[in-house]
């Protein structure tokens, strides 16, 4: 059961139990103002189930806001919910009727309200907040008088015609249009392939592991080696100068290792059903059978790209993003393509694998006049 936003009160009438009131002129009210809770709260109730079962869903300037102070701070998930338990601005932004001290949601519902607010929610939101703020024509021009029939455009100046023949003036182009592309890190570490493999090993004989547990007792448990691929692996880590022929040996041996545990895999999973796996270690299964069969086929062609490389067993959607930067060639991220408007910024592409920029310029110039209602006059 979802409740309405339009029941919060507004901001005079939030309650503090020391007394006074909360000053006007403070970031979080001024950014409160900004935002068009409204689509905020459509966009939220839309990614929900729409039962009426159940106690009240958190509303949704409460779950938009709780993420705008999570980026806007740069804090974790569960620093997020203390700052708000603490602060009344904050407490006032994400839409409460007064100053409590008890937490409004437990931190891991900030997980479940950044998959309700998909890219196309943001955008749509973002649009509207841009919208909102953008000056009526009145405002915009309070004492310029109406134009007079002689100032009017003549069909040779931008008239077009409809379909019943009556002449339509278009609008002049105005504004200006800057295209940028960037690259929104990833908290992973930075990823080799020889850690990469040393990793899936490790995972691959902790499933050993909870496979063997379900076998009747007695049954022998498969060797896997560990000891030994721990030491060759770190025989190589703990080197500061890694020569090529080195690194690749090593390679080498984890490959043969992780292709073991593998097998070791397929054989128990005929007796041991994989769904006494939790969801985390079923997932990192299917995960490093895909990182093995990369890494086996670039070992073998001895080359150092493919198509839609792992570089993280926990997030695989990760990509290296070839950025050309002095101090940083790769990074590792999901790639935006944003357009700049009078200091409003818009996310025109968003994708985790590589693509050129120079590709969506008419896409971006399309959304340009659709957005404004005309097209930009230049490209800075």
Request: proline letters at 6%; charged letters at 30%.
């Amino acid at each position: 059961m979802y409740r309405d936003d339009s029941l919060t009160p507004k901001f005079p009438e939030f309650g503090l139990p020391f007394g006074g009131y909360l000053d006007p002129n403070n970031r979080w009210v001024k950014k409160a103002a900004m935002i068009p809770w409204k689509v905020v709260g459509t966009e939220y109730k839309n990614q929900l189930s729409g039962s009426t079962n159940g106690s009240p869903a958190i509303t949704g300037r409460m779950a938009f806001g709780a993420l705008v102070i999570k980026e806007e701070l740069n804090l974790s998930d569960r620093e997020t919910v203390e700052q708000i338990r603490e602060n009344p601005y904050l407490q006032f932004f994400v839409g409460l009727e007064g100053f409590q001290t008890d937490e409004p949601f437990d931190a891991s519902m900030m997980v479940h309200f950044r998959k309700r607010f998909p890219v196309e929610s943001m955008n749509r939101i973002n649009e509207a907040m841009v919208l909102a703020s953008k000056p009526s024509k009145a405002e915009a021009s309070p004492d310029k008088e109406d134009p007079s029939p002689k100032d009017s455009p003549s069909p040779s100046e931008g008239s077009t015609s409809d379909e019943n023949g009556a002449e339509t003036t278009e609008p002049e182009n105005q504004g200006q249009l800057l295209l940028d592309a960037t690259c929104t890190p990833a908290d992973i570490r930075y990823p080799t392939d020889l850690s990469l493999l040393n990793e899936a090993r490790e995972k691959t004989e902790k499933i050993i592991d909870r496979l063997h547990q379900e076998r009747p007792k007695g049954s022998k448990k498969p060797r896997t080696y560990r000891q030994k691929a721990r030491k060759d692996y770190l025989a190589v880590a703990k080197k500061k100068r890694k020569s090529a022929k080195v690194i690749r040996k090593a390679i080498r041996k984890q490959l043969g290792y992780v292709r073991r545990n593998l097998a070791h895999i397929q054989t128990l999973s005929q007796t041991v059903s994989l769904s006494v796996l939790k969801r985390n270690l079923y997932r990192a299964l299917l995960v490093i059978g895909e990182l093995y069969r990369q890494q086996k086929i670039m070992y073998d062609l001895k080359q150092k790209r493919i198509d839609d490389r792992i570089v993280s067993i926990w997030f695989p959607n990760v990509r290296p993003i070839k950025r050309g930067k002095a101090n940083a060639d790769t990074e590792f991220g999901a790639k935006l393509h944003l357009s700049l408007v009078n200091g409003f910024a818009f996310a025109e592409r968003i994708e985790w694998n590589n693509f050129n920029e120079g590709t969506g310029l008419i896409d971006a110039v399309q959304n340009y006049r659709c957005r404004f209602g005309f097209f930009p006059t230049d490209f800075p």
